[in-house]
């Protein structure tokens, strides 16, 4: 049961008072070795009150980048507020994160199962805790992500164009984008959009990797919300970024036209213009050598760090239309 009574929070049936800190597990499932498995919430209460922010990463098991992220602002105490709450869920997945797997043990991807049932898969039944004992006592949530299938995120948020609230929060997280995208059907975002908590989902790196600075981005931009919250230790100090936000309306994927060995010559969030070379596909015998070029004028958003592609394999995400 998740409620805030006479300043009294209470999680999953654990009260937290003003001033006070306390890890709660989040268990729902034993390991099929019946050995327990926890799954920390470490949450910092300040004595003065303020908003609730609740920084969640690991929904997949596999986006180690945004668990760092996490981690950091634990271990630095920047989840320490002078006012308001701070709820840390550093790995959700932590079946996955466990096996070294994108989804849970029965193959259900935890992004496309939310709200979930009490009494669905394993997937759902994390789903459905987590929307039930955390998420309604939060005010703002802040989800760490990074790209899938070794294509590497340029650091950028991704949240609803309409949502004025949210583009605010955007400007003050100072990404070096934001990417407007549509809420996925059954994804954590749009659950929590429908009940109507302000998410900003963080995007960046990509699976199996820590970079140095993508995390900078994601720790950096969290610190710059707390503070515009009211919420930052003054013993912290919050940088404003090198660079301003590029708000992008539309994107494109250039896709591989043929099969072979892939390297890329262009950098993550370069500008480039239609008709620049971005890699190259060749085969293994000497005998292709197929220049991929830029179909348009844009940002390079992601970029595929395969070194084998398919025909039809996503190799570049390019910006194609900025917001102005």
């Given at each position: 049961?998740?409620?805030?009574?006479?300043?009294?929070?209470?999680?999953?049936?654990?009260?937290?008072?003003?001033?006070?800190?306390?890890?709660?597990?989040?268990?729902?499932?034993?390991?099929?070795?019946?050995?327990?498995?926890?799954?920390?919430?470490i949450?910092?209460?300040?004595?003065?009150?303020?908003p609730?922010?609740?920084?969640?990463?690991?929904?997949?098991?596999?986006?180690?980048?945004?668990?760092?992220?996490?981690?950091?602002?634990?271990a630095?105490?920047?989840?320490?507020?002078?006012?308001?709450?701070?709820?840390?869920?550093p790995?959700?997945?932590?079946?996955?994160?466990?096996?070294?797997?994108?989804?849970?043990?029965?193959?259900?991807?935890?992004?496309?199962?939310?709200?979930?049932?009490?009494?669905?898969?394993?997937?759902?039944?994390?789903?459905?805790?987590?929307?039930?004992?955390?998420?309604?006592?939060?005010d703002?949530?802040?989800?760490?992500?990074?790209?899938?299938?070794?294509?590497?995120?340029?650091?950028?948020?991704?949240?609803?164009?309409?949502?004025?609230?949210?583009?605010?929060?955007?400007?003050?997280?100072?990404?070096?984008?934001?990417?407007?995208?549509?809420?996925?059907?059954?994804?954590?975002?749009?659950?929590?959009?429908?009940?109507?908590?302000?998410?900003l989902?963080?995007?960046?790196?990509?699976?199996?990797?820590?970079?140095?600075?993508?995390?900078?981005?994601?720790?950096?931009?969290?610190?710059?919300?707390?503070?515009?919250?009211?919420?930052?230790?003054?013993?912290?100090?919050?940088?404003?970024?090198?660079?301003?936000?590029?708000?992008?309306?539309?994107?494109?994927?250039?896709?591989?036209?043929?099969?072979?060995?892939?390297?890329?010559?262009?950098?993550?969030?370069?500008?480039?213009?239609?008709?620049?070379?971005?890699?190259?596909?060749?085969?293994?015998?000497?005998?292709?050598?197929?220049?991929?070029?830029?179909?348009?004028?844009?940002?390079?958003?992601?970029?595929?760090?395969?070194?084998?592609?398919y025909q039809?394999?996503?190799?570049f995400?390019?910006?194609?239309?900025?917001?102005?």
């Amino acid at each position: 049961m998740t409620s805030i009574t006479n300043n009294v929070l209470t999680i999953l049936n654990t009260k937290i008072y003003p001033g006070e800190s306390k890890e709660i597990d989040f268990d729902v499932a034993n390991l099929h070795t019946s050995s327990p498995i926890n799954v920390p919430v470490i949450i910092e209460r300040a004595k003065k009150p303020g908003p609730i922010v609740l920084f969640t990463a690991g929904i997949h098991g596999d986006e180690v980048n945004g668990v760092e992220i996490v981690r950091q602002l634990i271990a630095k105490g920047i989840n320490k507020p002078k006012a308001g709450t701070i709820i840390c869920i550093p790995v959700i997945n932590i079946f996955g994160f466990i096996n070294l797997k994108r989804e849970f043990p029965d193959g259900r991807d935890l992004n496309r199962v939310f709200p979930g049932t009490s009494e669905g898969s394993l997937a759902s039944r994390v789903a459905h805790k987590l929307m039930h004992e955390i998420v309604p006592i939060a005010d703002y949530i802040i989800d760490f992500h990074t790209g899938g299938a070794g294509r590497f995120n340029a650091p950028q948020l991704r949240i609803m164009k309409e949502n004025r609230s949210l583009n605010e929060l955007a400007k003050v997280f100072g990404a070096p984008f934001v990417l407007y995208s549509k809420n996925l059907n059954k994804s954590f975002r749009n659950t929590c959009y429908k009940l109507g908590k302000p998410m900003l989902l963080f995007e960046g790196g990509k699976s199996f990797h820590i970079d140095e600075s993508v995390t900078n981005h994601g720790v950096n931009g969290s610190k710059r919300v707390l503070q515009h919250l009211g919420m930052l230790s003054t013993k912290f100090n919050v940088s404003k970024p090198k660079k301003d936000t590029v708000f992008i309306n539309e994107s494109r994927w250039q896709r591989a036209s043929h099969s072979g060995m892939f390297r890329a010559s262009i950098g993550i969030s370069s500008h480039v213009k239609k008709g620049d070379v971005l890699g190259h596909i060749t085969d293994p015998y000497g005998k292709l050598n197929q220049a991929v070029k830029a179909p348009n004028t844009g940002y390079i958003i992601n970029v595929n760090e395969s070194p084998i592609v398919y025909q039809g394999d996503a190799l570049f995400h390019i910006s194609s239309k900025l917001k102005r």
